[in-house]
């Protein structure tokens, strides 16, 4: 009997652990090792490449890595992306690592703003799917970059909310849910069966 309960204990265990896992972002490094540079060894398909290896979700982060002389901006749209019109931009960040969330469903667009950089392969568009935790949500405009460190973080910009509106809840409280699912199943199938 006393096994039974520790078999049950550890599979309740091993699918709350997965539950959880399976809510929080992930973050990636934009062209692993090789980093953000421009020309990179593969031609201007090296980013689409990397990026068409990766699922990415509501939620997930972006890291930048480039050595000065180097730029990340995110751009207005496909158009832009395509003839690397990087003046048709929405922010650009000059400081590596540069983290980006990437803060709502569809396509994302992103380039080097150095002359010449984007039209040598220094660009990257990522579609984003929705996160299989969070419930579907109205996209919201831009992404929310994360600066290095010791500098001050810039204050979201939220949309008028209607009144009698209450706001969506925020990703943590999600994983919190979840975590308290979990807890709570796991009791009362620990209890079912034992008590």
Request: aromatic share 6%; glycine share 8%; charged share 15%.
């Given at each position: 009997m006393a096994q039974l309960l520790n078999m049950v204990i550890l599979v309740a265990i091993a699918v709350s652990a997965t539950i959880l896992t399976g809510t929080e972002a992930a973050e990636y490094t934009v062209g692993d090792s090789t980093g953000w540079i421009s020309a990179p060894t593969g031609g201007a398909s090296f980013y689409s490449d990397w990026?068409?290896?990766?699922?990415?979700?509501?939620?997930?982060?972006?890291?930048?890595?480039?050595?000065?002389?180097?730029?990340?901006?995110?751009?207005?749209?496909?158009?832009?992306?395509?003839?690397?019109?990087?003046?048709?931009?929405?922010?650009?960040?000059?400081?590596?690592?540069?983290?980006?969330?990437?803060?709502?469903?569809?396509?994302?667009?992103f380039a080097c703003t150095i002359t010449?950089?984007?039209?040598?392969?220094?660009?990257?568009?990522v579609n984003?799917?929705?996160?299989?935790?969070?419930?579907?949500?109205?996209?919201?405009?831009?992404?929310?970059?994360?600066?290095?460190?010791?500098?001050?973080?810039?204050?979201?910009?939220?949309?008028?909310?209607?009144?009698?509106?209450?706001?969506?809840p925020s990703p943590g409280s999600a994983t919190s849910l979840v975590a308290t699912f979990s807890l709570v199943f796991t009791t009362l199938v620990v209890n079912s069966l034992f008590f």
């Open positions: 990026a068409s290896t990766i699922t990415f979700r509501e939620g997930d982060i972006l890291e930048f890595r480039f050595s000065s002389g180097h730029t990340v901006a995110e751009l207005n749209d496909k158009a832009s992306f395509d003839s690397c019109s990087v003046d048709q931009n929405k922010e650009v960040l000059t400081s590596s690592p540069a983290k980006i969330t990437l803060n709502r469903t569809g396509e994302f667009y010449g950089h984007c039209s040598s392969g220094q660009k990257l568009s984003v799917t929705a996160s299989s935790s969070s419930p579907s949500s109205p996209p919201a405009s831009g992404t929310t970059p994360t600066p290095p460190s010791g500098e001050a973080a810039p204050t979201p910009q939220s949309p008028p909310a209607e009144p009698g509106s209450t706001p969506p």
